[in-house]
């Protein structure tokens, strides 16, 4: 493992996934490194990883898990993607231990909002929707410039929105949540092969069945996006996440689901997200500077 490069003073963010775990540096506003490691089999692998990426020149850490979080607390409450038992796992407070500077312990969807509202797409936007689309899809509400939290960090699971109330098993335990529909995992299984990405190449050389699997991915998150934004208010929608390049290939159809309530909604501005993977890992860092 390469060891990060900065001076005293700079902000450590990660950004744990179930395979790979992205870091990035940042001073001020600006990244001065960044990289990617396999995610280590457990968290307390995971918290000496880190603890070592931080050493020994860091202020503050902000780390951001894939599922729920007690914020106040640092404590993992419903991790299921990274390897090992994450559920009860005080995130926080070990890693505070290993380091000796302030952790903050947050949603990794929650993450890549802060990160594109401040620094991103959203940059001079108050109010506005954020989806994440990878092999879920996570999802995240900004109002007034601040990104929604909740007891458990989980305002905004805009991908657990039920679009066919029939439709396949969701891991949440519902059926028919946009994440079925629209995540790398369930357009694969529309589809029949994969990965998600051949999914896209192929809709781009004109694949039929590729271009309508990808329209119904669209369709189901302009549902969801369309509840979001009579909920909450919001006149703009961020999309990013490792499945987002395949936004042109949905936007017709979300973009039509939205323009059918116009009149509820509005007009809504369907973004791509700016700040590419390392988006998540650069909100844990912000959300970390404020935690000190």
Not at 36 to 46: H, I, L, N, S, Y
Not at 71 to 81: E, H, I, K, M, S
Not at 247 to 276: K, T
């Amino acid at each position: 493992m390469t060891r990060p490069t900065g001076r005293a003073g700079t902000r450590l963010g990660v950004d744990v996934g179930g395979t790979d775990t992205k870091w990035v540096l940042l001073d001020g506003d600006t990244v001065v490194d960044s990289g990617t490691v396999a995610t280590p089999p457990g968290p307390d692998e995971t918290m000496k990883l880190v603890a070592a990426l931080a050493a020994p020149h860091v202020e503050s850490i902000g780390i951001g898990l894939p599922g729920h979080v007690e914020r106040d607390t640092g404590t993992a409450l419903f991790v299921p993607n990274p390897p090992g038992d994450w559920d009860g796992y005080p995130a926080g407070p070990r890693l505070s231990a290993l380091t000796g500077v302030p952790v903050a312990v947050v949603n990794d969807a929650r993450a890549f909002a802060l990160a594109e509202l401040l620094l991103g797409a959203a940059r001079g936007l108050s109010d506005v929707l954020f989806a994440v689309l990878g092999t879920g899809v996570g999802g995240a509400v900004a109002l007034r410039g601040e990104i929604l939290v909740g007891p458990r960090d989980n305002v905004g699971e805009v991908g657990h929105v039920t679009v066919d109330p029939w439709g396949s098993p969701c891991c949440c335990g519902n059926r028919g949540c946009v994440e079925t529909l629209a995540g790398g995992p369930g357009i694969v299984r529309a589809f029949g092969s994969g990965p998600a990405s051949a999914v896209t190449a192929a809709a781009r050389a004109g694949d039929e069945r590729a271009v309508s699997v990808l329209a119904k991915a669209g369709w189901a998150l302009g549902i969801a996006l369309g509840d979001a934004a009579s909920l909450f208010g919001a006149r703009a929608v961020v999309v990013g996440g490792g499945v987002s390049g395949a936004l042109d290939l949905m936007g017709a159809a979300l973009r039509e689901e939205l323009g059918r309530r116009r009149a509820l909604i509005g007009d809504i501005a369907v973004l791509p997200a700016v700040l590419g993977p390392r988006a998540g890992a650069i909100g844990a860092a912000l959300y970390g500077g404020r935690s000190g």
